[in-house]
Each structure stands twice: as structure tokens, then as C-alpha cells.
């Protein structure tokens, strides 16, 4: 069955502090792995990844996929209060994700 | 910046009612998608949608389930038959086309069975 775990589960640190938040799947018909952002409601594009090694970038947020060993990491540096949220993982398999169950990150002034 | 829109954005009903719930996707977009999230749960897919026929579903969208494009803008889930374990958020999605495979989420319509 096709899965995607994310770990911790939760997450609470202070602004300023960096954190990385995890993601491995099993999958059968892999395409991309897509990094989203939950707030309230819709969940937000964050990043999508494809080749393995190859780092995204966007400001403080990175994140980079391993295709030999399924994983997927988001980096968060310097957090601030506004990056608390439930952060989303999804493998699209073949044109349908498959999501995690989330990381909710918590930054306290 | 283009965004995809839902309607409305809580909608409650009684057991076996029909209830349709509206999505406009980003204008430019071919694939269409529609997901649900059980409060506490993940988010799952229920169907995918692509030059007006379904491309995929999954076994929760089951024969109670539809999707239309009636026009060139909405597309539209219809539960016919509410239960009280339809109870949840529903998201649209969209992407603009082949080798474009970033889906794109609306807000979501949160629905109440009760």
C-alpha cells in the first residue's frame, strides 16, 4: 500500500531557531514529491521535487529529495512566528497525492 | 495572482440531502482534482478530472459521488445521498497541463452532516 510518513508529528521551537521536518514514502508510481503549507485552510504550494540531490530554495525555506532512500527533508531557518503551521508532504502518484499526516510546527516569540 | 475559489466555504445539511459543493480553478488550467480532509485526519484524494471525464477515483468516490464541469469556469462535486461520515473539508485543486504537475488548492468548503 502506498504510504508517506512524516516525523515529529509535532514540533514547537522559538523564533530564530532552525527546523527540519521529514518525509519518507513508499510508493509505486512515483512522480514528484510536493512540500505544502497548511494555515487555516487550503494547503499552499510550497515546493515540488523531482531529481534527487537537487535542493529548492525558497528564503529561509529549503528542501532536497533522496530517491535511493524515499525521503524528502523541508528546512526552516531562522523561524518567525508566521512559519506556524501544519507543513504537508504529498508523492504524487501519477497524477493523484498521497499525503502525510503533516508536521505542525509551532514558533514562539 | 490567479487562485483557485470555492463556494461555499461552510456548508451544513441533513442526512441523505444533496448537496453540490462549487470550485472555479485557475483559468488556465486543464487537470482538475477534488480532495477531502476528516477533521484530525489526512488529506485524501477523490477524483481526478481531465478533458470532461474522469481520470482517476478512489474507492471512497463511490456511486453517491459526481463531478461535472458544466461550464468553462466551475467544477462541481455532488454528494446525492449525504451521510454522516461525508462530514469534512473539500478541497479543489487544479494544474495547468502536461509536464505542469504542481496542484494548486482552494480554501476549501467545510461540510456539516448532521
Known amino acids: 500500500e502506498d504510504k508517506v510518513v512524516q516525523s515529529p508529528l509535532s514540533l514547537v521551537v522559538h523564533e530564530g531557531d532552525t527546523v527540519t521536518l521529514n518525509c519518507s514514502y513508499e510508493v509505486t508510481n512515483f512522480r514528484s514529491l510536493l512540500w505544502y503549507k497548511q494555515e487555516k485552510k487550503a494547503p499552499t504550494f510550497l515546493f515540488m521535487l523531482?531529481?534527487?540531490?537537487i535542493e529548492k530554495k525558497s528564503g529561509r525555506l529549503s528542501s532536497i529529495l533522496d530517491k535511493k532512500e524515499l525521503f524528502s527533508i523541508l528546512n526552516i531557518t531562522a523561524t518567525q512566528t508566521g512559519d506556524s503551521a501544519v507543513y504537508l508532504c504529498a508523492v504524487d502518484n501519477t497524477d493523484k497525492l498521497i499525503f502525510g499526516t503533516g508536521t505542525r510546527l509551532q514558533v514562539f516569540p | 495572482e490567479p487562485e483557485v475559489t470555492q463556494t461555499p466555504s461552510h456548508q451544513v445539511t441533513q442526512m441523505g440531502q444533496e448537496v453540490i459543493l462549487r470550485c472555479v480553478p485557475i483559468s488556465n488550467h486543464l487537470y482538475f482534482y477534488w480532495y477531502r480532509q476528516i477533521l484530525g485526519q489526512k488529506v485524501e484524494f477523490l477524483v481526478s478530472f481531465y478533458n470532461n471525464e474522469i481520470s482517476e477515483k478512489s474507492e471512497i468516490f463511490d456511486d453517491q459521488f459526481s463531478v461535472e464541469r458544466p461550464d468553462g469556469s466551475n467544477f462541481t462535486l455532488k454528494i446525492r445521498s449525504t451521510k454522516l461520515e461525508d462530514s469534512a473539508m473539500y478541497f479543489c485543486?487544479?494544474?495547468?497541463?502536461?509536464?505542469?504537475?504542481?496542484?494548486?488548492f482552494g480554501p476549501g468548503t467545510r461540510l456539516t452532516v448532521t
Open positions: 485543486a487544479s494544474r495547468r497541463g502536461d509536464y505542469s504537475y504542481e496542484q494548486y
Open positions: 523531482t531529481s534527487s540531490g
